[in-house]
């Protein structure tokens, strides 16, 4: 008996990080089952049937770096999205699998509780598919002992940081970490920016009086991040084991990055929007506005720097694109923004300013919409790299016969969407803000689908899929190159 798919695609042009090609696409119980040149499909039975009309069919996003229901972690305040709102903001931008952090508090001396109560926040919540880094604020003999549950428990990546009262590891400590996740294949995230440099220029502008939004920039001086970035690449290949160095943000430390690349070593760099789009002047806003843009490390100088990113995008320094959605409300003095304002600081206070920015649901199409990077380039950078990275592929982040789950966005066809200008409440997070606010949009998801099932329809209801639909993703060992030498690691003499 023929077979009755669940969906067809019809009349797209599907792209892949290796090609765009007019292909049709057939679905059944959740997985890409047929992938044929357009029109040989034939005359075959589908419960629904999609005219993509030209546009393009592309993997769903893949969004390595997402902070939900966190404590205070990063100055003074909580994240406004739970698991709930911050997947069904994921969901309506196109995002079909995120990864976010299990943070392990200093106080704390094991891995696997945090990860058993990251559990529960998610669980049954979910509109997107889902995975967890552990966040490593503790790395005592126990915790490096459970590394290997880690793996087992589908956990194959962690981040560490070398900034941040609450969390910043000294060398020895990351050292301790990245021998131990090279010995369980895990892959080791580093906030790169040098906590002692932020804390001296913090204390060196507040002895000035400089209290506003806009110092937040001029205590995280590019050099702390070229700095920590130079030293963690060097502790990585001393140990060597794969590193990402997270939300990269001047040309200095991209510059370290592709040196090292170039030498071979397994060295892996993320950025953001942020660093895309905003620069000092969004810091630099009358009176508070500026505290929508604080996060760390900061938007930098002029657009000269937003260029060398978008550069490091296209010629392949950064392995992945992902949102830092660090989500915190604005108008808000108990969780948000503006707790850090006080009748003795009516300016507020820049280092009690949570670090973050929300961005998950507008990432794809703010990067797409630019038109700077090939078609192919972007999935890879956005869905492909960030499955082959954390070891999700090729069930996420492809289009592949056989193998990849149907998480598929279908674009608008060139042309065919009227442009608007971004407004916050066009977003479905619970943040009262976005920092890309007026920015133009020329293009977005019409149609969403996670593991076959259409959970996006632009034109006819916007949100569409379920709440708990969204799945836990065990993940595998990363598919990019690990440790250059086998085996134990021996002391160098
Ligand atoms: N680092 C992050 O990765 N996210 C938000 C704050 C920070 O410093
Ligand atoms: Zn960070
Ligand atoms: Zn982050």
Redo the contacts with the bound molecule.
Sequence with gaps: MATTYDIIILNGIVVTDTEVAELDVAIKDEKIVKILKRGALGDVKATKTIDAEGGYVMPGGVDA?V?LDEPPL?GKGSTADNYESGSRSAICGGTTTMVTFAPQRKSEDTLLDTLRDTHAKAKDTCYADYSFHLLVGNPSANALSEFKTLREEGVSSLKIYMTYEALQLHDGQILDVLLEARRQNITTMV?AENGQVIDWMTAQLEKRNMFEPKYHGSSHPAMAETEATYRAISLSEFIDTPILI??VSTPAATAHIKQAQDRGLPIYAETCPQYLFLTKNDLDKPGFEGAKCV??PPPRESEADCDAIWDGLANGTFTILSS?H?PFRYNDNTTGKKTCITDEYPVGRFKYIP??CPGIETRLSLALGEERLSLTKFVEVTSANPAKLYGLWPRKGGIIEGESDADINIWYPPGKMQQYQLKNEMLHHDVDYTPFEGRTVKQWPRWTLLRGKLVWDKENGGLIGEKGYGQFVKRGVSSLKGPRVKGEWQIPL
């Design positions: 770096h902070h990063f906030h997270v939300h996060c760390s830092d660090c670090n973050g």
